[in-house]
């Protein structure tokens, strides 16, 4: 909509994981966001971001998407397993 309606938009990140950073980077891609955006590389907020790829930042300043269907990264599940609290398994 607000494309539609010629709105500028800006995409800014907090600290949350790099999954939800990648989400963004791809919404930010619309050639309505035309506003300076705060994305930053997954390392700035994280020791070890559980993204694969991680979301990193070129000396220039861009962040390049990967290539590959959907939003080209992935979530390393072998992180998940090292850092997860406790597991429960639900079956229909």
């Known amino acids: 909509m607000a494309q539609?309606?010629?709105i500028p938009c800006w995409l800014g990140t907090?600290?949350?994981l790099g999954i939800a950073s990648a989400q963004g980077l791809h919404l930010g891609t619309l050639a309505?966001?035309?506003l300076p955006s705060d994305v930053e590389a997954s390392s700035r907020w994280y020791v070890d971001d559980?993204?694969?790829p991680p979301i990193e930042v070129t000396r220039e300043g861009f962040i390049h998407l990967p290539?590959?269907?959907g939003m080209g990264y992935g979530v390393d599940l072998e992180?998940?397993?090292r850092y997860?609290?406790?597991?429960?398994?639900?079956?229909a």
Do not use: C, Q, S
Not at 84 to 91: A, G, M, Y
């Open 32 to 34: 309505n966001f035309t």
């Open 4 to 6: 539609a309606a010629g």
């Open 50 to 52: 559980m993204m694969a």
């Open 79 to 81: 992180k998940i397993a």
């Open 14 to 16: 907090m600290p949350e």
């Open 84 to 91: 997860r609290i406790r597991r429960e398994e639900l079956r």
């Open 67 to 69: 290539d590959g269907p």
